[in-house]
């Protein structure tokens, strides 16, 4: 684990695990954060079209380095990954990570979409979680809601039967529902939630992949410039 480390898109860390730093740019009152994932998970900024762009380059030249006999390959994933990306970045993405994980050759689809929720009140003042909780379980009925305390500082968790089709393998039934989990991390001092979005359509695998999902979310810390 390299926890002070920026990582570029597409770059491995040499542990088990990939820490990006995100400056004051992104998260500007406790001067960005710090996330840590698994190296075969992919990171695209979404902040920027060129770089998002050429991280999608980046991904599809890593899983088909054969430009010439997997064209046909190439162009649908460049397609897949590129509407993922650009979906992402409208839902006020700050990055997605793409899971490039495979157990005995087969892939492992999982996804997370970190992104920032703006309360747009003119003077926006933090939303108590008892009322944010409440608001998820009339929102999506039969979640399992709960408020849950990190690192980072008290969340919201929301675990739940995903129909969206947000993140799927190509070629796969996108009606068939996936697990999502989400979690809403309020941003010190300020009225904004930062919001890590996890996802994966197979339900075979749901309940390992959530425990994965909540370390990663345990992992979250602010920076504050000491």
């Known amino acids: 684990m390299e926890p002070n480390r920026t990582v570029e898109p597409g770059e491995a860390a040499s542990g088990e695990t990939d820490s990006v730093e995100h400056d004051a740019t992104v998260v500007p009152a406790p001067g960005g954060y710090r996330l ?11 902040t920027d079209e060129g770089r998002r762009d050429r991280s999608v ?16 390959r190439r162009r649908e994933l460049t397609e897949f990954i590129g509407d993922l ?13 793409l899971s490039t994980q495979t157990v005995l050759d087969v892939p492992v689809p999982a996804s997370l979409l970190v992104s920032l929720e703006v309360d747009d009140r003119p003077r926006p003042l933090p939303m108590p979680h008892d009322l944010l909780a409440a608001g998820l379980r009339e929102k999506y009925a039969g ?14 968790r929301c675990r739940r039967e995903d129909t969206s089709g ?10 068939r529902p996936g697990t999502l989990l989400e979690y809403y991390v309020q941003v010190p001092d300020t009225g904004v939630h ?26 979250l810390r602010w920076n504050r410039g000491t």
């Open 36 to 46: 840590v994932t698994p190296t075969d998970w992919f990171r695209i900024p979404l």
């Open 166 to 175: 947000r993140i799927q393998e190509v070629g796969a039934d996108p009606a």
């Open 85 to 97: 990306a650009r979906r992402g970045a409208e839902q006020d993405g700050v990055e997605l990570y």
């Open 194 to 219: 930062l919001v890590l979005s996890f996802n994966t359509p197979l339900a075979e695998l749901a309940d390992a992949l959530v425990e994965m999902f909540d370390a990663i979310a345990r992992s």
């Open 143 to 156: 979640a399992d809601v709960s408020i849950v305390g990190l690192p980072a500082g008290t969340a919201v």
């Open 57 to 72: 380059r980046a991904l599809v030249d890593r899983t088909c380095p054969d430009r010439d006999g997997d064209v046909m």
